[in-house]
Antibody
Framework: QVQLQESGPGLVKPSETLSLTCTVS????????WSWIRQPPGKGLEWIGY???????NYSPSLKSRVTISGDKSKNQVSLELSSVTAADTAVYYC??????????WGQGTLVTVSS | DIQMTQSPSSLSASVGDRVTITCRAS??????LNWYQQKPGKAPKLLIY???SLQSGVPSRFSGSGSGTDFTLTISSLQPEDFATFYC?????????FGQGTRLEIK
């Protein structure tokens, strides 16, 4: 059974960089696409981007200038960095496995609050 | 970007009711349409992929249909555990986009 677990600071100051890690167990990141998706409190889902096991990435145009997604095969982890954050970046951040276009496995999500 | 519009945004229904939620894409997406259920405080759960394929382990009362721009999710007989928010998602092209959600409440 594939499991995903997000981790990282729950509070980030404005203008700083948000950094999260997704640890995958029960399967290897050396296959499939691995995505980050976020959900502001009380709102809908927003796709941030994904990384393919080959290392290729694809980002949402609205966040592309501030986002980096990377993978560490040795640790079976996928990471997200979002720079120059503002209060609008406050959200629950999910990592998810993308298979054939749909997201079949999700982490439980981690709330990141941007505040001074 | 492909815009996904769900209707209604919310609805109230009773246990045993048949419920249909609609999702419309701003351009044709063939059958690249997926449905998720999200309960409060939980991650979304995949219900239907490729417009009409039932994800393993999902009860058969859930079904999906449609192609092109218009899609529906149907719950044939609502159960107490089905009350949640439902999202559609297109995987035809990036950026991947979701509908705004449909909140299903108990009447």
């Amino acid at each position: 059974q594939v499991q995903l677990q997000e981790s990282g600071p729950g509070l980030v100051k404005p203008s700083e960089t948000l950094s999260l890690t997704c640890t995958v167990s029960g399967g290897s990141i050396s296959s499939y696409y691995w995505s980050w998706i976020r959900q502001p409190p009380g709102k809908g889902l927003e796709w941030i981007g994904y990384i393919h096991y080959s290392g290729s990435t694809n980002y949402s145009p609205s966040l592309k200038s501030r986002v980096t997604i990377s993978g560490d095969k040795s640790k079976n982890q996928v990471s997200l960095e979002l720079s120059s954050v503002t209060a609008a970046d406050t959200a629950v951040y999910y990592c998810a496995r993308r298979s054939g276009g749909f997201f079949d496995y999700w982490g439980q999500g981690t709330l990141v609050t941007v505040s001074s | 970007d492909i815009q996904m519009t769900q209707s209604p945004s919310s609805l109230s229904a009773s246990v045993g009711d048949r419920v249909t939620i609609t999702c419309r894409a701003s351009q044709s997406i063939s059958n690249y349409l997926n449905w998720y259920q999200q309960k409060p405080g939980k991650a979304p759960k995949l219900l239907i992929y490729a417009a009409s394929s039932l994800q393993s382990g999902v009860p058969s009362r859930f079904s999906g249909s449609g192609s092109g721009t218009d899609f529906t999710l149907t719950i044939s007989s609502l159960q107490p555990e089905d009350f949640a928010t439902f999202y559609c998602q297109q995987s035809y092209s990036t950026p991947i986009t979701f509908g705004q959600g449909t909140r299903l409440e108990i009447k």
